[in-house]
């Protein structure tokens, strides 16, 4: 009866490799989220997609390349994953369409580790 | 696109006692005020918010105050409890057109029993 989850919950890998990040929501959001969290903590949105259209796209490289086959599902994939790229990935749904008004409610969060 | 600054960094309280975090913006058409609360390992979870049409609001031991000329806004937390350490960040929306929440730095908030 999870509301967000994501899959994996711990992700280490070598430099060089291509992986993937699911985010499944059961809350009937419009709108999801891709937010990375570094090592101090810091919060920063990567990607935002309502009813799986992408509305926001960060300062990314684009090595990284969300999808979202329904509006329940948004995954990451990440090309090339590079030192830098390690972080704790968090998935975030919310209910309106694109309106940052509204609660966001948060996944376990994924902690990519990059070797 | 909207600026947040959040202050302290860190902040140690001694049980009991009142914790205070304080947390600026840039935008000033930011209408919402949202805190989370990040335990140890853990996902950001909404604690409190505030919309830009009251000055104050509470929930039993938190309180957030806004004021919109200033542009800033406040956690208070009152009567700390050992479960209020985790790491707290403050968000506003700003009104970049493309909706999006900018978080700010986060304090790391420490109940000393």
């Known amino acids: 009866d999870t509301a967000v989850s994501q899959t994996p919950k711990y992700l280490v890998t070598q430099m060089g490799n291509d992986k993937s990040i699911k985010c499944e929501q059961n809350?009937?959001?419009?709108?999801m989220y891709w937010y990375k969290q570094d090592s101090k903590k810091f919060l920063k949105i990567m990607f935002s997609?309502?009813?799986?259209?992408?509305?926001i796209n960060e300062t990314v490289p684009n090595r990284f390349s969300p999808k979202s086959p329904d509006k329940a599902h948004l995954n990451l994939h990440i090309n090339s994953l590079e030192l830098g790229d390690s972080a704790v990935y968090f998935c975030?749904?919310?209910?309106?369409?694109?309106?940052?008004?509204?609660?966001?409610?948060f996944g376990p969060g994924t902690r990519l580790t990059v070797l | 696109g909207e600026n947040v600054e959040q202050h302290p960094s860190t902040l140690s309280v001694q049980e009991g006692d009142s914790a205070v975090i304080k947390c600026t913006y840039s935008?000033?058409?930011?209408?919402?005020f949202p805190w989370y609360k990040q335990e140890l390992g853990k996902r950001p979870q909404l604690i409190i918010d505030?919309?830009?049409?009251?000055g104050e609001k509470k929930d039993q031991r938190i309180a957030v105050t806004l004021n919109k000329t200033a542009k800033h806004f406040s956690l208070h937390i009152t009567e700390t409890q050992p479960e209020d350490s985790a790491v707290y960040f403050c968000?506003?929306?700003?009104?970049?057109?493309?909706?999006?929440?900018?978080f700010g730095t986060g304090t790391r908030l420490t109940i000393i029993p």
């Open positions: 505030i919309r830009s049409n009251v």
């Open positions: 975030a749904s919310s209910s309106i369409g694109g309106s940052s008004t509204d609660t966001q409610y």
């Open positions: 968000a506003a929306p700003g009104r970049d057109g493309n909706e999006k929440l900018t």
């Open positions: 809350l009937g959001h419009d709108t």
């Open positions: 997609y309502n009813n799986k259209e992408l509305i």
């Open positions: 935008d000033s058409a930011s209408n919402y």
